[in-house]
């Protein structure tokens, strides 16, 4: 039972650089998010999909690029990495019938 | 607008006893769903318990219990006998329209 797995889980960039987070579930759902954590904060939710081939905007998503073009991955992209980037990235799924959010281990990304 | 609030940055109680994490949101929609998850220090995020705004009654999972009221649009977790373990950050959520958001977190502090 993988569950919902991050890639990588530590990352270090430079600024103006770019990367993509890397998001996968083997348990067929339709929801799928991304979150960042910055210290001390809750989870705010940068994009989200309910489908294949449907994407939409969450409450920070200035800097950040989605698709979803298989039900499995969920890639978040950032084109020019910003110092204000710097944060822990969590991706989670869900069914969309019901049931709790499930999430992956986090990734960690330091923007120099 | 789509709004949780949890109002408690911090909370203690000794070990034994009953506490209350509160959490308020607002929202138009009659359909939605609420959420409590804890985040430890290590940082993973753990599902506790769910409540439909449907349900009849109000959720419980072993020693924990979700006070829905949903005419003052609170949904409070109750922790009962409260252990070391359950010191961590604890964040309310609501689900609706495919998109999920969270509150700001609770940092509960259990003492021996």
């Known amino acids: 039972n993988a569950g919902v797995t991050q890639t990588p889980k530590f990352q270090v960039l430079k600024t103006g650089q770019s990367m993509t987070l890397q998001c996968a579930q083997d348990?067929?759902?339709?929801?799928m998010s991304w979150y960042r954590q910055d210290p001390g904060m809750g989870l705010r939710l940068i994009h989200y999909?309910?489908?294949?081939?449907?994407?939409d905007q969450g409450e920070v998503p200035n800097g950040y690029n989605v698709s979803r073009s298989t039900t499995e991955d969920f890639p978040l992209r950032l084109l020019s990495a910003a110092p204000s980037q710097t944060s822990v990235y969590f991706c989670a799924s869900r069914s969309t019938r019901a049931g709790e959010l499930f999430f992956g281990e986090g990734s960690r990304l330091t923007v120099l | 607008a789509q709004k949780i609030t949890q109002t408690q940055p911090g909370m203690f109680v000794q070990e034994k006893e009953a506490v209350t994490l509160d959490c308020t949101y607002d929202t138009s929609d009659p359909s939605y769903g609420l959420f409590w998850y804890k985040q430890p220090s290590s940082g993973e995020m753990i599902f506790l318990i769910y409540?439909?705004?449907?349900?009849?009654q109000n959720a419980t999972e072993g020693r924990y219990s979700l006070n829905f009221q949903k005419a003052r649009k609170s949904a409070n977790l109750v922790i009962s006998a409260s252990q070391l373990g359950d010191s961590a950050m604890y964040f309310c959520a609501m689900i609706l329209t495919g998109k999920l958001i969270f509150g700001q977190g609770t940092t509960l502090q259990v003492k021996p």
């Open positions: 999909s309910v489908g294949a081939g449907i994407t």
């Open positions: 409540q439909g705004s449907y349900d009849q």
């Open positions: 348990m067929n759902h339709e929801y």
